[in-house]
């Protein structure tokens, strides 16, 4: 699993011209990726990261500060761009694994007592966002370890 997560003042997701998820107030945007290794597990351990990540204000984490999270599904994650000018998908897991394990994602947050927004798997979505900071980490199920 690889999340971008970026600190921000502000974020919405709109489809369709309507907005179906949005940050209350300042958290975290999480745009997340899914690889085909991935389980329930590393959804879990991967949100409990990102929850205490000390990324805010006065090296204060989310959990801290009770901040919400507006994940959104992003399988450009795993685009691999070594040969030619086309991308491949193919270390992205399909959506009948994906979307479940995005879902075990928000799940784990919730249960760890965040606030959670989300947008809608699959749609075609406008991400908006007002960076705070600049603040933007990737976390990576393969760098965690086990």
């Known amino acids: 699993m690889r999340v971008v ?3 921000a003042l ?3 997701v709109r489809v369709a011209g309507e907005v179906v998820g949005r940050l209350p107030r300042p958290g975290l945007v999480l745009l997340v990726g899914v690889t085909h290794e ?14 205490g990540l000390r990324i805010l204000t006065d090296e204060r984490s989310a959990a801290d500060e009770d901040a ?3 994940v959104v599904s992003q399988f450009t994650l ?13 270390a992205a897991a399909p959506r009948t694994v994906s ?3 995005v879902e075990d994602f928000v799940a784990a947050l919730r249960e ?3 606030h959670v927004e989300t947008g809608i798997f699959g749609a075609d979505m406008q ?3 007002i960076n705070d900071g600049p603040v933007t980490l990737i976390v990576d199920s393969a760098d965690l370890g086990g």
């Open 127 to 129: 991400v908006e966002l």
């Open 68 to 70: 919400p999270l507006l």
């Open 99 to 101: 979307e479940p394990l």
């Open 38 to 51: 991935d389980n329930p597990q590393v959804a879990a351990q991967v949100a409990s990261k990102i929850w």
């Open 78 to 90: 795993y685009a691999n761009v070594r040969k030619g000018r086309r991308p491949s998908w193919s």
């Open 10 to 12: 502000s974020g919405q």
């Open 112 to 114: 760890l007592g965040a």
């Open 5 to 7: 997560v970026q600190r």
